[in-house]
């Protein structure tokens, strides 16, 4: 992935966070958005990481389709071996 593709999807990624759990108070970054406030978050609010992880499969779909990526694919496999936490 190109610098400005990664550029791209990290704006895409942190509006569209904010828009669906702006309610939540989730932010990606900056003052709030910190791993140790994420994990607070989700842990917080039960389900919650299924509905991002949804979101993020929606954008990363979407990304794929006009950027000629492998976002899911990449998902998926991150998924398969273990490379997340359950909140």
Do not use: C, P
Not at 31 to 38: A, C, L, Q, T
Request: zero cysteines; aromatic letters at 12%.
């Amino acid at each position: 992935m190109s610098k400005e593709q990664h550029n791209k999807l990290e704006s895409i990624i942190r509006k569209r966070m904010h828009t669906r759990f702006n309610n939540y108070g989730l932010r990606i970054g900056g003052k709030g958005g910190s791993y140790g406030d994420i994990e607070r978050l989700l842990k917080e609010n039960s389900g919650l990481q299924a509905e991002v992880f949804d979101e993020l499969l929606d954008i990363y779909r979407e990304f794929d389709m006009y950027e000629g990526t492998e976002l899911v694919q990449a998902f998926w496999t991150n998924m398969a071996g273990g490379k997340w936490k359950q909140w």
